[in-house]
Every structure is written in C-alpha cells, then in structure tokens.
C-alpha cells in the first residue's frame, strides 16, 4: 500500500479479517504435518520393533532346532531308508514310546499324574 492511502473502518476490518484466516490456515496446516510426522514416526518404530522381535525369534529358533537336532540322532531315532529312499524309523516302537516320554517330560508334573491316574483307571475298569 501506498503512504498516503487512507483506508476506511470495513476495509481496515476486511484486512485484519483476511490476515487472522490466513493466520489460522498456516496454523492448522502446521498442525496437521506435525501430526502427520509423529504418526508416521511411531508407525516406523513399531515396524522397527516388530522387525526385531521377529529376528529375535528367529534366532531363538534356530537355537532351539540346534539344541534338538543331536537328540534326534540317539538310538530311539536312528533312521535308515526304506526301498524308495525315504528315511524311516529303524525301530518305530522304540521311536515312539521314546515321543512319549518326551512330550510328558514337557508337561506339568500335576498333568503326569493326572494322566498316569487316568491310565491305571482305565486298566482297572479293562481288567473286570
């Protein structure tokens, strides 16, 4: 504006109107970008996160499968190779019964119990 343009109230006030709007937009549109970067932020860290504990468990894993593999190759286990080349239990019954005793040593003592209580009730309940 000039220096020497005199402005009346309505335009004085239609000025201050405009700039307080432009004012809020600038203000809102700030808002929402610095929203926009704390969300994308978080959604970042939870993936980083998430990434990590899955190569955490991977890991876990793979120790796990390291740990088991030497038990797989005992006596119980021993595997040779039928006529079409799969492998086989050289002695399914020894494997199995050996199954069994590792899936109830991983059990709850109080769950062994019940299942050896549940066994002899049923041979008794056989036997009459």
């Known amino acids: 504006m000039e220096k020497e343009t005199t402005l009346t109230v309505q335009e004085a006030q239609k000025m201050v109107d ?12 700030k808002h929402i970008r610095s929203k926009t970067v704390i969300l994308l932020g978080c ?18 894993q793979k120790q796990q499968n390291k740990e088991l593999i030497p038990q797989m190759n005992s006596d119980p286990y021993e595997t040779v190779q039928d006529k079409n ?11 199995l019964l050996q199954m ?16 050896e209580i549940m066994g002899n009730t049923y041979r008794l309940e056989d036997s009459e």
Do not use: C
């Open 43 to 60: 959604v970042l860290l939870m993936f980083l996160v998430s990434l990590l504990l899955n190569i955490y468990n991977l890991m876990q």
């Open 85 to 95: 080349g799969n492998p086989v239990f050289k002695n399914p019954d020894k494997a």
């Open 100 to 115: 069994q005793k590792e899936s109830l040593d991983m059990l709850p003592k109080e769950w062994t119990e019940l299942i």
């Open 18 to 29: 405009d700039s307080l709007i432009l004012s809020d937009s600038e203000i809102h549109r």
